[in-house]
């Protein structure tokens, strides 16, 4: 069973770029949530979809969106990128609302 | 507003001890914790869920508890191995705004297993 997928692994963008992740949760996962992790902050929650639908979201600016497909895949997109957005993107996938959580590898952004 | 805390930051043993470490959260409305490791620039790995109606979950040589009522939680890993060496994080599943579920996580421990 292939586990969470996210592309791409790394990128380097500019300020005032925008970036666009992708997540394909586990087979059968209807949820995926997406959190940055800084060595300052550690792992922030940035949001949570289900079914299409957005359930909750972080602290975290307007800049920061997302969504999901109807195959359970999952964007988030990062406008007009400021340097502190440089941080270690990860999602992850369950199969129902409490259930255990299964990460992927990560997208390494590095704003410049 | 839950706060994890992980203590030591960082821990250094040498090879075939039994070593205990540390989460505490401050709000014991949780729905569950979960343990992880992370190796150096990778993504999460899960090692072990405990359900809030739960005291303890065990796997090989892992093995968690939880105490709601006090806020804590433990990982003990027996024999500890040089494979062992990597960030561990607990995390608690709680209430979040619009009325669905969260992670939040603690800042990790660092672990370090010397041959």
């Known amino acids: 069973k292939a586990g969470v997928t996210q592309t791409p692994r790394y990128l380097i963008k500019t300020r005032g770029q925008q970036v666009t992740l992708s997540c394909s949760p586990i087979?059968?996962?209807?949820?995926v949530s997406w959190y940055q992790q800084t060595p300052g902050q550690g792992l922030q929650f940035l949001f949570e979809?289900?079914?299409?639908?957005?359930?909750n979201k972080g602290n975290f600016p307007g800049r920061f969106s997302g969504r999901q497909f109807s195959n359970s895949r999952s964007e988030m997109n990062v406008s007009t990128l400021e340097l502190g957005d440089s941080a270690l993107y990860l999602c992850?996938?369950?199969?129902?609302?409490?259930?255990?959580?299964?990460f992927g590898e990560g997208s390494r952004l590095t704003v410049l | 507003k839950q706060e994890v805390t992980q203590i030591p930051a960082a821990l250094s043993v040498p090879e075939g001890e039994n070593l205990v470490l540390n989460c505490s959260f401050t709000?014991?409305?949780?729905?569950?914790l979960q343990w992880f490791r992370q190796d150096p620039g990778k993504g999460l790995t899960s090692l072990l869920l405990?359900?809030?109606?739960?005291r303890e979950q065990t796997s090989g040589r892992l093995n968690a508890s939880l105490d709601k009522s006090s806020g804590r939680s433990t990982l003990y890993i027996a024999a500890s191995q040089p494979g062992d060496s990597a960030t561990y994080l607990c995390?608690?599943?709680?209430?979040?705004?619009?009325?669905?579920?969260?992670?939040?996580f603690g800042k990790g421990t660092k672990l370090t297993v010397n041959p």
């Open positions: 992850a996938s369950s199969f129902g609302s409490t259930g255990e959580l299964f």
């Open positions: 405990i359900q809030s109606s739960q």
């Open positions: 979809y289900f079914s299409e639908t957005q359930r």
């Open positions: 087979s059968g996962h209807r949820s």
């Open positions: 995390a608690v599943r709680v209430l979040g705004q619009g009325g669905s579920e969260k992670l939040v």
């Open positions: 709000d014991s409305a949780i729905y569950n």
